[in-house]
């Protein structure tokens, strides 16, 4: 598979999302991905982060790159399936390989952009939310930029809702996402603990939007 890498054709995809023909599909995947993880708003402190998680679930689970098909080449459009079938896992770093504490698999991308690098190597006891894509033609394993880090203080508590989610048959989407949900919460109310924030019973909770604002608020 030759001309653009697949970190390059993600770069592209997202470029495109910007033009004012996606506006509409662009607002409906980010309301989606919203309803499944948290809102997220400029004034936020994790909004940058946030973003870059939504385009990368746009990207890979909301097959984003479809619909702007028309405007990559044909070695982008190659990489559009494998982008789709991304391993999306909780990982954890260990002897240089990405360990998901999830499905238990171990990868070692090879390919992976200078921001995720630093990220990783300051990632020494955390748990992240991240994709990685591989293909056979090139041979490639690569991490997509994106990932969520769960700060230190919450590695403990995560275990216990890692348990409750297999006990309830989730699927890997839905814990991840309930536990991006957890991470936003343990953010916006600074006085608490994370085993506050990451909890079994909030598996099934609502998604903080619009209306948890107005709880986080009363609850700080």
Same mark, same amino acid.
């Given at each position: 598979?030759?001309?653009?890498? +697949?970190?390059? $054709?993600?770069?592209? *995809? *997202?470029? &495109?999302?910007?033009?004012?023909?996606?506006?509409?599909?662009?607002?409906?995947?980010?309301?989606?991905?919203?309803?499944?993880?948290?809102?997220?708003?400029?004034?936020?402190?994790?909004?940058?982060?946030?973003?870059?998680?939504?385009? *990368?679930?746009?990207?890979?689970?909301?097959?984003?790159?479809?619909?702007?098909?028309?405007?990559?080449?044909?070695?982008?459009?190659?990489?559009?399936?494998?982008?789709?079938?991304?391993?999306?896992?909780?990982?954890?770093?260990?002897?240089?390989?990405?360990?998901?504490?999830?499905?238990?698999?171990?990868?070692?991308?090879?390919?992976?952009?200078?921001?995720?690098?630093?990220?990783?190597?300051?990632?020494?006891?955390?748990?992240?939310?991240?994709? *990685?894509?591989?293909?056979?033609?090139?041979?490639?394993?690569? &991490? &997509?930029?994106?990932?969520?880090?769960?700060?230190?203080?919450? $590695?403990?508590?995560?275990?216990?809702?890692? +348990?409750?989610?297999?006990?309830?048959?989730?699927?890997?989407?839905?814990?991840?996402?309930?536990?991006?949900?957890?991470?936003?919460? &343990?953010?916006?109310?600074?006085?608490?603990?994370?085993?506050?924030?990451?909890?079994?019973?909030?598996?099934?909770?609502?998604?903080?939007?619009?209306?948890?604002?107005?709880?986080?608020?009363?609850?700080?």
């Amino acid at each position: 598979m030759g001309g653009p890498g +697949v970190l390059e $054709t993600v770069a592209r *995809i *997202i470029e &495109l999302g910007g033009g004012s023909g996606q506006a509409a599909r662009v607002a409906a995947l980010r309301a989606d991905f919203e309803a499944r993880t948290g809102a997220f708003a400029p004034e936020d402190a994790w909004f940058e982060e946030r973003s870059r998680a939504f385009w *990368i679930d746009a990207v890979t689970r909301g097959q984003f790159g479809r619909e702007v098909g028309a405007s990559l080449d044909v070695a982008e459009r190659r990489w559009l399936e494998p982008l789709e079938r991304a391993h999306r896992g909780l990982f954890r770093t260990e002897h240089g390989r990405l360990v998901d504490v999830w499905s238990g698999v171990v990868l070692a991308p090879g390919v992976i952009d200078e921001a995720s690098r630093a990220e990783l190597d300051a990632a020494s006891g955390q748990l992240f939310d991240a994709r *990685i894509v591989g293909c056979d033609d090139p041979p490639v394993v690569a &991490l &997509l930029p994106g990932a969520v880090f769960h700060p230190r203080q919450a $590695t403990a508590a995560i275990e216990p809702v890692l +348990v409750a989610a297999r006990a309830a048959e989730l699927a890997v989407d839905e814990t991840l996402d309930r536990l991006l949900v957890m991470e936003r919460v &343990l953010r916006s109310l600074s006085r608490v603990k994370a085993a506050y924030a990451y909890r079994a019973d909030a598996l099934l909770a609502a998604p903080a939007g619009a209306a948890g604002r107005q709880s986080e608020k009363r609850l700080a």
